[in-house]
């Protein structure tokens, strides 16, 4: 079972990060937890005000990793360290969590497949054809539009996209497992259509306790 530890941050005032800041924030975690590069740990990306290649920090930003419950506890090493993206210094506060929930229909932000998987030339509908491998039901998939995600200077190019008419429980399974590669950077992570962004509860709740 997996769940969501969502980190408060506090920042200088006026911070923006990249808005390609996936390996960025997956390299200043794995400085601090080298066992975050553990696969089956996802990092989500940060969200705030978008500003064309930029994100603007606001008092809602948090950083999220989807973790097995049983492993969550490694993440305590987190609290109170300081993390740079890019120019700019983030400092992560007394986590809270948040239960993965059903849901019909999840976004799934900057998808990437390997080569070997999409067929020659890489083409839009071998893409799609690769997608319906790697989620294994029959549901309608959208491609919203190009994502690209930097990893040492080299650009890498997925999709966002949109899945619909999913069945509840099957939801559950595609958010444990993500699609496709790079989720330690933010690719392929299924979220609600709302994504992570969350208020801030008035007291985060630790994240050694099991959810109800």
């Not at 978008?50 to 969550?72: C, K, Q």
């Not at 987190?78 to 210094?89: A, Y």
């Amino acid at each position: 079972m997996k769940i969501d530890i969502l980190f408060p941050l506090s920042f200088r005032h006026e911070s923006i990060i990249p808005r390609d800041h996936g390996y960025l924030l997956y390299s200043g975690i794995s400085r601090i937890i080298p066992k975050i590069h553990n696969d089956d740990v996802f990092i989500h990306r940060i969200h705030g005000i978008n500003e064309r290649n930029w994100i603007r920090l606001t008092n809602y930003s948090v950083i999220g990793i989807r973790i097995n419950i049983d492993e969550a506890e490694c993440l305590r090493e987190l609290v109170g360290s300081r993390i740079r993206i890019g120019k700019e210094e983030v400092w992560l506060g007394k986590p809270g969590y948040r239960k993965i929930e059903m849901s019909d229909k999840l976004f799934v932000p900057g998808v990437t497949i390997k080569f070997c998987e999409i067929g020659s030339g890489g083409l839009l509908g071998n893409f799609m054809d690769a997608i319906h491998k790697k989620i294994g039901i029959d549901i309608k998939v959208e491609i919203k539009r190009r994502a690209y995600t930097e990893v040492k200077g080299k650009k890498l190019c997925g999709y966002d996209i949109f899945l619909d008419g999913i069945d509840l429980k099957e939801s559950i399974r595609l958010q444990e497992e993500g699609i496709g590669g790079r989720k330690r950077m933010g690719c392929g992570i299924p979220v609600k259509p709302k994504g992570i962004i969350i208020q801030r509860s008035p007291g985060p709740i630790a994240y050694s306790t099991t959810p109800a």
